[in-house]
């Protein structure tokens, strides 16, 4: 008996503390920082040796090519014309309801939708368009 009892405070006294210790929900995870790789083999010393001239190569270039340009001054156009994309210019045209000014029917779903006090060739969006687009057309 005197085992048994011993054993259980024991174990209520471990669970207790471990109870009592504050738990940190939300641990800060520290960077790690790894050590960059080495190259080991001397193919791979070779290999890397050539790649570190070829960037060393181009940063020279590019560094002559900026001193031989002109820097641009802010009064200057570009002489290439920036093109812009075509617009989407043909929306579907709703059909009037008839007897019932300002409501016109969806091209889309064929819905009645109220389009009162809006101007004749608006480009509306559908509110009762369920596709996978926004459903525009124009008022008639």
């Known amino acids: ?18 109870a009592c210790h504050p738990y940190n929900e939300n641990p800060q995870k520290k960077p790690t920082t790894s050590a960059p790789k ?10 890397q040796a050539q790649r570190d001239a070829l960037k060393a190569q181009e940063d020279a270039k590019k560094k002559e090519e900026a001193k031989t340009t002109p820097p641009e001054t802010p009064g200057t156009t570009d002489p290439t014309p920036k093109l812009k994309p075509p617009e989407k210019t043909d929306y579907a045209r709703a059909n009037k309801v008839p007897g019932k000014d300002g409501f016109v029917f969806s091209p889309y779903n064929n819905k009645v939708v109220d389009v009162r006090d809006i101007p004749s ?5 559908d509110p009762t368009y369920t596709g996978a687009g926004k459903g525009y057309f124009r008022v008639p």
């Open 1 to 18: 008996m005197k085992f048994n009892f011993t054993t259980r405070f024991a174990a209520l006294a471990c669970v207790l503390l471990a």
């Open 38 to 47: 080495t190259a080991t083999t001397p193919e791979q010393q070779k290999l």
């Open 121 to 125: 060739g608006t480009l509306v969006q």
